[in-house]
Each structure stands twice: as C-alpha cells, then as structure tokens.
C-alpha cells in the first residue's frame, strides 16, 4: 500500500516537472526571438507664452508600443496625452477627451504608457503668468518580430538552453523537497536484545585447618616401681634423673 502511493507520488511530480519545463521553454524560445525596437517619435525645445498651448500629433503604427514622455520646463506647466483630435475639438467646446496621461504642475516629469496604435496628441499647456521654456522628448519601443519571423535554429537553441536550466532547478527542487520529507517522516529503529553473560561461580566453604596440638607425655608407672623413658621407652627407677639407654632427660 505505501509503496503504490509512493509511486503515484513520484509519478505525479515527474508531470508536473515536465510541464513545468515545457512552459519555460515556451516562454524562454519567446523572450530570446523577440525583437524590441526603439525609436525616437519626436523631440523639440522652445517657449510658450501664458495661456497657450503647444501640441504634437503622432500616429502609433505597431499595438502595445511603450511610449516614453519626458518634459523639462523653467516653470509649472501641465503633460497630456489623448487620442489625436480630441484635444483641439475639447479645446473648441466639445466633449472632454479620454486622457490617456494627465500631469499638472510640473517642471520635471516623465510619462510612461503603453498605447495601441492610432493617432495621438502630445500637449503642453502653460497656466501660468509668465512665458516658460520647455524641452520635450518622446520616444517609443516595440516588438517587431511579432512571432512571424521565428527560425528552427533559434527554437531549438531556445528550447535546449532553457531545458537545461529546468532540469538543474528541478534537481535543486527535488533534492529540498527530499530532505524535507527525510526530516519529517519518523525513524524506526529495531530493538535489538543484549543478553549479559554472568559466569556462574561455585564458592566452596573455607576450611580452617588446625594444627593438631601433640599430646603432652604420659609418664606411666610400672607396678616395679619403675618409670618410663618418654622417649625410649625405657623402664628407669623413680628417682633416677637421665634415661641411661638415651641419655634423655627424665
């Protein structure tokens, strides 16, 4: 049972790796075959007096062009962007235009949209009292290669570079997950049973071994009258003092 849901297991992340790489390498053959162009759509420097305005017309020929404003003045003034007419029929008493960018009040700015294409109006207006000088760039980027102008080569170099990368940070992935799952899953040990070996020991009684005391002498008296040598055995009379067959002290 725990092996089949390992299997699925592993089964599973060995899909979703694989997706996960295929979508990386989708995504890297895009990014490396992708062509940004950039280019400047107008730049211009000059006075304007309190009251006017100065407007710029630009038409955008590519979709999702990042256009780029910048503005620098001697005094406050104020950055719009919309759609190309509507500024000067506003200006004429018609309908509020859509601002795609409104800045007010400033000496330093720059704007960053991203506009389809069409027409559009670029347009400083000088609220002040006094006549300002401004310096006004605009600049747009696109892509070109629209997806149109892929070669093999540039796939297949996209694709192995990109897989190679997948399969280190799937390696690095799964590695973590590994000692994670190491960490967290509990560490059977077999109880293993140790027998002490105590050598069995007979312990005999100890024996107290006593000398054997000798007897003193027992002198023996004949019935003669006589007495006997202790160490001879020799029959002696009763008041004789040495044993005359040994020589012994009786």
Request: charged share 15%; glycine share 8%; net charge negative.
């Amino acid at each position: 049972m725990n092996q089949s849901i390992t299997r699925k297991r592993g089964y599973r992340m060995k899909v979703k790796a694989l997706v996960f790489v295929l979508i990386l390498c989708f995504s890297y053959s895009i990014l490396v075959n992708a062509e940004t162009t950039t280019t400047d759509l107008f730049t211009d420097s000059d006075t304007l007096p309190s009251g006017y305005f100065v407007l710029y017309t630009r038409t955008i020929s590519q979709s999702s062009t990042t256009v780029r404003v910048t503005v620098t003045s001697s005094d406050t003034v104020d950055v719009v962007i919309c759609g190309g007419g509507d500024f000067e029929e506003w200006n004429d008493g018609g309908p509020e235009p859509s601002w795609h960018a409104y800045s007010s009040n400033i000496t330093s700015t720059t704007i960053t949209e991203i506009l389809s294409s069409g027409s559009y109006d670029f347009v400083i207006i000088n609220f002040g009292l006094s006549t300002v000088s401004y310096t006004i760039s605009a600049i747009q980027s696109y892509d070109v290669s629209g997806g149109s102008d892929l070669e093999p080569g540039d796939w297949i170099y996209g694709l192995i570079g990109l897989g190679v990368i997948a399969i280190i940070i799937g390696a690095v992935v799964f590695r973590r997950r590994r000692r994670q799952q190491m960490q967290t899953e509990p560490v059977y040990y077999q109880q293993q049973l140790y027998q002490t070996y105590q050598p069995q020991r007979t312990y005999e009684p100890q024996q107290t071994y006593q000398t054997a005391e000798q007897p003193p002498p027992v002198f023996s008296q004949t019935s003669q009258g006589l007495k006997v040598c202790p160490n001879c055995g020799f029959n002696e009379d009763l008041d004789a003092k040495f044993c005359t067959s040994c020589g012994s002290k009786l």
